[in-house]
């Protein structure tokens, strides 16, 4: 049974940093590409950022270019999102994703909420 765990979000100030975890398991984590997608309020789910497996390639939307990094622990099965410099508009629920076979799989979420 296909699991993700997501975990570290919180209330941070704008321009401070959060890393989100994603716990996964129940499939072969180092075998499949990654991802990161948020949903703010009054909005559509959008992707952030991809990770293929291996960790060679990631990807980034425009607008977190620059601050945000994400990795994987594949000894770990953790897959990672360093945010930093956060801004207001980065307030949202994180989710991180996966396809597997013909499945898609998300995580339940992580606040993340950027207010001085």
């Known amino acids: 049974q296909v699991q993700l765990v997501e975990s570290g979000g919180g209330l941070v100030q704008p321009g401070g940093s959060l890393r989100l975890s994603c716990a996964a398991s129940g499939f072969i984590f180092s075998q499949f590409s990654m991802k990161w997608w948020r949903q703010g309020p009054g909005k559509a789910r959008e992707l952030v950022a991809s990770?293929?497996?291996?960790?060679?390639?990631?990807d980034y939307a425009d607008f977190v270019k620059g601050r945000f990094t994400i990795s994987r622990d594949d000894s770990k099965a953790i897959l990672y999102l360093q945010m930093d410099n956060l801004k207001p508009e980065d307030t949202a629920v994180y989710y991180c994703h996966t396809n597997v076979g013909f499945s898609s799989y998300w995580g339940q979420g992580t606040q993340v909420t950027v207010d001085s």
């Open positions: 990770i293929n497996r291996g960790g060679t390639l990631n």
